[in-house]
């Protein structure tokens, strides 16, 4: 169909113009060579904010419908919504390896603790421990293949039993071909097959000369990829013979360690790498005698760049899953694809008209270049080009139809062509000086005749007899689109004179915008009809500036509010020939409407907001989406998203699984939680029901993320039901609660009062009770509270502190929110606190050192250091970091002598501190933590080591070498790494930072210690005096303002004004306590200390 720009665009009218046009088009447009597009697929990324356990992400598989993730602190599931497991030394310590069994309900964990972990449904529990890290997990034939740092075994039942010849291998990846008959093992020295129960090496008298595999992946097809020294190399299953990739686009930097491969099914494999990025084997097109070759194409992520790629993984809908050291990255590819060709502001991405013929090939009709036709599938390539070279009249083409002989029509700006099945010539059987127009808008075939829509009329042509017919009716007018209805009336879409339908008699039925009620379609400028084919006789049509009307037989509906459409400037509509939906392009995108609900589609950096001029549906399943911005492809998956409800508040009672009983005037809140793979939790559409006793609802939308109910009048039982519906369209089972209303229960009448029901009365009787017997207590402890401040004046008891850090928990106020919040994240995280000087950074880790000592966990028991790295050089740190271990570590009670004669034989105690580097102190730590741990077996029964050092000043690391900064980056990264934690502390640390590793601040959660609030230093002033003395009016507030937040000059305050109260004898500190207090400390300035003086009123 016809798409202008601009309704007072007359250009099209004029006939010589139109002629040069043409003539220009044929004589001097550049021939175009044929390119493919690049295609740019939609990402997303997720990371610890979004719920992710870890952002370093070891493992990824994917199950049905949900996508599981190990990382270096617990397991992570996503279906839409996500949920981490993180509890215990063995998730914590982190996770390496995943595996499906036959259902998504089998899954199996293998840790670096050694743990090999089961899920049950709802948890994980510990199925067998072996002695070294599970590197590798695979299920296959009903059999659990176990791959450790010291051997592989195989799960028997209740227990795993060693492999013979590979029991001391290290394992690094497992997998395997042909049905589970053939297991590939990857080791530190080689990879091993087994076939018929033997196992056998693979090397070079195999063609294969590797020696660690890193990576390996078994396509169902039979070819085997293996990633080994930085090489890849696949086995054809025909032959049985290895063939070399060639991996130089891998080493362009530098030689990269391959971590992963997997495949799609269906030919592609996927690579990632440490330090490399991602790439992408592809088949190179050679002589069809040679054997098959891959070429290797380096892949980027839009969203966010890394390098370093630990695991992929390919989903059943063909998403692409990456596990990296910053998260999951997740690429909808094969459901999502917008296609560019080069350059981007070329003719060929201006596509005006799409057809998908029967084979399933796409046909695009370009503003300026012609038509494309791509093959089935969602390629890249055109597979032909059609210009004035070959036929066409024009490159400018408005719209296509195919007949029933399988001939493709094109309308031009100058005339119309045809093609012939299997042709690659273009025609012209009717002349264009013959049309009303040679400007050809819209063209619809049907039987045997084709009809021509015009910018100056109507014409119908004849396929047997060659006949051309003017539709008188239809003269001068601006034809935008045609359409058959059920009955096979034709309906003509014009600019300015509305709609027209043939009627069987060969008459026209007009509609207007001043035609009847009924029969009004509210403007005049139609831009597009489609019939709709679930009834007969129905249309609908889009009207440019006023919106979408539905025509069901009878009289014509406004449908615009309902849409919610992005735009009411029109191009296109399309009926689904599968399941009958409607798509409207416009201005604004593409709007889909179901029968239910209505969906503006807008995937960010493909399917923009920007004008979609075409809408096509591929036999194959495939949307096509054509603007003057390019192509997009659409394969809607086909899972569906869930819903469950989450909780019921309010007036209702819990009388049995899922029902309810609720009062006739009750309030209740229903909270649901609903997710999808692929489609956002906030762009989910959510429909519910709610179904009285013996009547059934209507589904309405729902935009908040709880239900409210109330009023519950009828006696009996209601329904209430939920749905989901996700971006494919695509709804959720119902998810369903019954309530059972009940009449209101018995009341009483009291004088004053009124009626009261029996419950609410007794409800107030016990609260009097409980009340008065408050009062009494509260009384009690006045009189007691006046004795202990008498006390407090007459000993002269300041308790403010200045200067020193505050070591005593009972004077620490206004941070313990915060002590709390590092002590829980402690469990498997580091800390950065960060501040200005004097704002309370050593208080702080001396509060923590002691919250640990006396912290009674579950799981843990903690061994905090206090170390002040002030005045470290750099060749000393680590010398000196671990004497501070060992002087803590030492004064341990109970220590054993084993223990203690442990904690001597170290390196450190080798005369010579500048030989004392990162790895002399990787080898004593970890002997220092073998030791603690063998002492805690006794000292603290089933509790699992924590070393937390509590480093201060860390500012000094800032003048230290950035490879000295990266060696203590590699210390938390060690197999010790899940006993290991820190917390440090510095006014500016450095993020300086120019080498390709990550970061070294980066293993910290940081924590800006920012000034008290109000209520903080409100809390600091008044908690320390409570019961002993009182603040005058507006004391409290002088010294607030004067403070600006930081504690230690409220600190500073405090210490004064009590100080001169005290000299008086008072209890009461007054505003010239305050006064005198703010003066004295002006005066000194910063370097007060103590801010103790003589009492001096003048």
Known sequence: MFKRSSATDRFHRRAALLLVVGAFGLLFWPARALADGTLIPPWSDYTQEDGLASNNVLAVTVGEGEVWFGTDHGISRFNGAWHSWMEGADLQGGVYSLTLGETSSELWAGTATGAVLVWNGSAWDLLTRLDSPVRALHYTGGQLWIGTAAGLYLWNVDAPSHVTGLDEAYINVIGSSNGGDSIWVGTSDGLWLRQDGRWSAIGEAEGLPVREVTALWADTAGPVWVAADGNIAWRDPSTGAWEQVETDPLHARERVRITSLAG???????VGTEGGGFFRLVEREVEPSA???????????????????????????????????????????????????????????????????EEGRLWIGTR???????????????????????????????????????RIWAGTWWGLASLEPGAELWTQPVPPETLPSALVTTVLAWERQLWIGTDNGLARYDFDTGVLSIEEALTQQVVQDLALDASDRLWAATESGGIFVGEPDGGWTRYQASSEAGQSIFGDNVAALVSDPKAPGAMWAAVNQHGLIYFDGQVWHDRTASARLPSKLFYDLYVDPVDASLWI??????????????ETLIVESVLPAASISSIVRSPGGLYWFGSREGLTFHRPDSMPPWIRIKDISGQAELISANAWQVESDGNIIIGF???????????????????????????????RPFLELSDFTEKGQYTLEFQVRDFAFTYSEISSVSFEAEPLPAQVRLPLLGSIRTDYLITLIVTGLLALIGFGYMGIEVIQTRRRALDAVVRSFNPFISGEPVRREDMFFGRREMLQKIVDTLHNNSIMIHGERRIGKTTLLYQLNNHLWGLEDEEYWFVPLYVDLEGTEEDTFFHFLMEEILHTASTLSGLTPETKDALQDLLYYRPGHEQYTDREFIRDLRDVIKALQHFGEESHPDKHLRLILLMDEMDVFNAY?????????RIFMRDFAATLGAVIAGIRISKEWGRIESPWYNLFNEIELEPFTREQAMELLTEPVRGFYRYEPGVVDFIIEN??????????????????MLADGRRTITMADAV???GHIQQMGDTINIGLSENDDT
């Open 1043 to 1060: 403070c600006a937040g930081r504690p230690f000059r409220i600190q500073q305050y405090g210490l004064e004004a009590v100080g001169r």
């Open 1076 to 1078: 005198f207090a703010h």
């Open 291 to 357: 054997s098959l070759q891959y070429n290797l194409i380096p892949q980027s992520i839009n969203s966010g760049e890394t390098s370093f790629i630990h695991t992929v993984a390919v989903d059943r809908a063909g998403s692409l899953w990456l596990g990296t050291v910053s998260g999951v990255f997740r690429s909808d590819r094969e459901i999502w694809g917008r296609e560019i060709h080069p350059p981007a502001a070329s003719p060929a991405n201006e596509i005006q008209t799409m057809l998908a013929d």
């Open 585 to 598: 392009g416009s201005e604004g995108g593409v709007t889909r409407y179901d029968g239910r609900t209505w």
């Open 961 to 969: 070498d950035h490879l000295m900064q990266q060696r203590l980056r």
């Open 368 to 406: 300026g270049e012609g038509i494309r036709r791509k093959a089935a599938g969602n390629g890249l390539a055109d597979e032909a080009f059609f210009d004035v070279e070959s036929g066409l009249p024009s490159l400018f083409v408005t719209d296509l139809a195919l007949d029933a002989s399988g």
């Open 673 to 703: 939680e609903a997710g999808d793979l692929y489609t956002p939790q906030s762009e989910l559409v959510v429909l519910y029901r709610l179904s009285p006793p013996g009547e059934l609802g209507q589904w309405q939308l729902l935009d």
């Open 264 to 270: 799609d099914g269906i030919g592609t494999v996927w």
